[in-house]
């Protein structure tokens, strides 16, 4: 899975929410997130940022098939809280997912242990304010 | 050796109800999903469920509750490590169980906070992120304190740690880092360790 480049960044709206796609066993028992979720890929597939698609209404159906199937849930952050911890969220829309954006501003972990350690920082700090994310019922 | 009884009174809460707490000169031998063996002023230590995929049996000192305490959460890191061993390789966000190396390394490090007695509380969480890394986590109130130990054998492991102000990461494992790290983690230090 690989991240797309916006091509002119489109700020998301602050009352937005961003649902990121995440592994069950990533949600902990009391309903949190682990930071495991919000970890960029030490191969650099998320350097141009983290993967998440923008809560839609009319998109619903589309996104609870990508996301709620077998081993994988959702989990919600808003765009809010994103910037809050001095992240940026743009669009970045795909065929696939015209909702679909990037969590962007964590170092590339790739480059030393410094950004190692501000990139375990942000996903910690993305962990502490996701929680696990249920779609509506039809 | 002579296997005791389990002591009649309750052991503490955090303590599985098959780790006894009796003078250090009483023979114990706990018998569960792990087991905490103690012979006189040692401690036999021998997770169940590792020691049937690793004819391995270790020999710590213990020293102390604490030590007791460390073992417990020893004890519980081998358990989910056995389960991740089992875990399916890999799904589409990259690999799940993690590599030989890693739950060596995991094991390594976890094993010799037992050796050095220290009062580590008992694990908060075991499992692996998409690179197949493992991630060991202790929290008590604002601070954290987690071990990564990465799939790639070629890459050290290291501490990730932080408070509300400040974070770090930290590759050596010297016993002093430990005590250090783990003082500062039980708030017996309030200096964020540097």
Redesign the interface.
């Known amino acids: 899975?690989t991240t797309s480049v916006p091509e002119s960044e489109v700020r998301v709206p602050l009352d937005a929410n961003a649902l990121r796609k995440i592994?069950r066993?990533?949600i902990?028992g009391r309903g949190g997130v682990?930071?495991?979720a919000f970890?960029p890929?030490?191969?650099g597939n998320d350097r141009d940022g983290l993967s998440v698609s923008i809560e839609t209404p009319d998109l619903a159906e589309t996104h609870r098939a990508h996301f709620d199937s077998g081993?994988?849930c959702a989990c919600v952050v808003s765009a809010f809280q994103v910037r809050n911890l001095t992240l940026e969220i743009v669009l970045a829309p795909e065929d696939f997912d015209p909702a679909h954006a990037l969590i962007t501003g964590i170092p590339d972990r790739t480059l030393g242990?410094e950004e190692?350690?501000r990139a375990?920082?942000f996903a910690?700090k993305l962990a502490e304010v996701a929680t696990e994310y249920r779609f509506p019922t039809p | 050796m002579t296997i005791a009884e389990r002591q009649q009174t309750a052991p503490p809460a955090e303590v599985p109800s098959y780790v006894a707490i009796r003078p250090p000169t009483v023979e114990l031998i706990g018998i569960g999903p792990d087991s905490a063996l103690v012979v006189d002023n040692w401690l036999w230590l021998s997770g169940y469920v590792h020691h049937l995929t690793h004819p391995l049996f270790a020999l710590v000192t213990a020293r102390n509750v604490g030590s007791v305490l460390a073992l417990t959460s020893y004890s519980e890191v081998q358990r989910q490590l056995a389960g991740l061993r089992i875990a399916p390789e890999a799904d589409e966000f990259g690999r799940i169980r993690p590599s030989d190396s890693a739950i060596a390394a995991a094991t390594r490090v976890t094993f010799s906070i037992v050796q050095v007695g220290l009062e580590m509380p008992m694990v908060e969480d075991v499992s692996t992120d998409s690179d197949g890394a493992i991630r060991i986590l202790w929290t008590i109130g604002g601070r954290k304190l987690e071990l990564v130990c990465p799939f790639q054998p070629s890459q050290r492991p290291y501490w990730y740690y932080s408070d509300a102000q400040d974070f770090r990461i930290e590759y050596e494992q010297s016993r002093d880092v430990l005590r250090r790290l783990v003082a500062w983690l039980n708030g017996k230090t309030t200096a964020f360790p540097r």
Do not use: D, G, I, Q
């Open positions: 899975m592994r066993s990533w902990k682990k930071k495991a970890m890929r030490e191969n081993s994988f242990s190692l350690a375990e920082r910690e």
